[in-house]
């Protein structure tokens, strides 16, 4: 598989995480396909196999960190429990319930808390990989972690609730 | 034996609940939790949160890609936006060069005055350094070449002055009738002595350039070579000692065309 095919095959992922991050579904696909083009026109044959998938997020949530400075996006997780769009289109009816509960819970989370939880916890990726795509020491990523997951363990737990706004 | 709580670091609980352990730390943390209730709940939640974000969001994996990301439709909006840029200019010319065999420094004509390394050797360090510096000191120091890089001309006046840099027969093509005129000139320092590159633009955003230079080895027959390279399509040939290469990221049997056009009219000059 070369450079190119491992990014295509990336795609349903990169919507996956854009979805975590923004919370809309037309929000989150224009991030990825902002960030396909960029990297397309980034990628050179020095890029291996093996990099290309935290280079490809990388660019992504570089993408995304620009665009909230221009504000292009506003991050769309939560406005209201009765009307917050859901970023599942799922079939199943519990794991959309499910969904509206982690999309709340997400929203409780500061950006930098929910970006690392999402990349360790969905996508994989090693704490120094993190570390790397973000820029930060593993140190770090760890303390992020961990704020991050006992908020969501809160919320669950049903000692938070998110406040009415959107979280950036 | 009780275990120190303080030999335990939330670090160890995380990498617990990502599996990413080594056997012996993960029965030490395991023992640690079978004394720590509180901690227990705590990891357990981390753990349910985990499995319910990976369950849950599995089925965007599930989704139809929208035809707007998927990769033929990304591909022809990345050609779209390519030779956009002087960057990516510089990226072109460097390969045309490579497709000629050689190293080289820029210097730009006209608009921009940038003068950009773009260099292609097989030399590195201090070594490719001196000679991209010998190369654009042969090349900028040439009366001709230093006079054009201070004027404004227009491409149509430069013939002559080209013609006379570059040491060889050459007129700056005309491709009005395919649709592109002469956006700038720039002069390329290569190892084998000056090259110029013209910069082509169309009305409708299309871009083309072509890199001229003297040749040190005679043409092997008539051959025009085709090459395909980021996105670009390229082609390459030798006329009357006179290297050529185009390179658009148009349709190649539009190039081709062009390229023909470009060799029969240098033939007649």
């Known amino acids: 598989m ?3 095919a491992t990014i295509e095959a990336m795609i349903p992922a990169l919507r996956r995480y854009a979805r975590g991050l923004l919370g809309s579904v037309q929000d989150a696909d224009d991030l990825v396909h902002d960030a396909l083009v960029d990297a397309l026109g980034k990628l050179n044959p020095k890029h291996t196999l093996n990099d290309v998938q935290p280079w490809m997020f990388t660019i992504l949530r570089n993408r995304f960190i620009s665009d ?3 504000a292009k996006h506003r991050v769309n997780v939560v406005l209201d429990e009765n009307t917050a769009e859901m970023p599942v289109n799922c079939p199943n009816q519990d794991q959309g319930l499910q969904m509206r509960d982690l999309s709340l819970g997400l929203a409780t989370l500061q950006l930098e808390q929910r970006e690392v939880l999402l990349l360790i916890t969905v996508e994989g990726f090693t704490y120094a990989e993190v570390a790397k ?13 961990s704020r991050a997951r006992d908020r969501l363990n809160d ?14 | 034996m009780k275990l120190k709580s303080q030999t335990i670091t939330d670090d160890d609980l995380h990498a617990f609940v990502d599996g990413v352990l080594a056997p012996d730390r993960h029965r030490i943390i395991e023992a640690y939790l079978a ?13 349910a949160q985990s499995d319910e974000l990976r369950s849950t969001l599995s089925c965007i994996i599930e989704e139809p890609l929208p035809p707007e990301l998927t990769l033929t439709h990304l591909l022809a909006t990345q050609r779209r936006r390519s030779f956009s840029g002087l960057g990516q200019q510089l990226r072109v010319a460097a390969g045309l060069l490579l497709a000629l065999g050689v190293g080289a420094t820029t210097g730009w004509l006209g608009r921009s005055g940038i003068n950009s390394p773009a260099t292609s050797s097989n030399d590195t360090g201090v070594t490719a350094l001196r000679l991209e510096t010998n190369a654009a000191y042969q090349v900028f120091s040439n009366p001709s070449i230093s006079t054009m890089m201070k004027s404004r001309s ?5 013939d002559h002055t080209l013609w006379r840099a570059l040491g060889a027969k050459f007129k700056i093509p005309d491709l009005t009738p395919a649709g592109f005129s002469v956006d700038r000139i720039a002069w390329v320092a290569t190892t084998h002595g000056p090259a110029a590159v013209v910069m082509y633009g169309s009305t409708d955003g299309q871009r083309l350039l072509l890199l001229v230079r003297k040749m040190d080895v005679p043409a092997s027959g008539d051959h025009m070579s085709e090459a395909h390279v980021n996105g670009h399509s390229q082609f390459t040939w030798i006329s009357h000692g006179v290297g050529f290469s185009v390179a658009s990221a148009g349709a190649a049997t539009t190039l081709h065309h062009i390229a023909n056009q470009i ?4 033939r007649s000059l």
């Open chain 2, 263 to 266: 060799r029969a009219d240098e």
């Open chain 1, 68 to 70: 909230q400075r221009r």
């Open chain 1, 2 to 4: 070369n450079a190119i």
């Open chain 1, 133 to 145: 795509m973000l820029d930060i020491p593993v140190g770090t990523v760890m303390s992020r972690l």
């Open chain 1, 155 to 168: 919320f669950m737990d049903g000692k938070t609730r998110p406040r009415l706004r959107s979280v950036l």
């Open chain 2, 154 to 158: 227009a491409p149509e006046t430069t």
């Open chain 2, 35 to 47: 004394q720590h209730p509180a901690q227990q709940r705590r990891i357990a939640g981390w753990q």
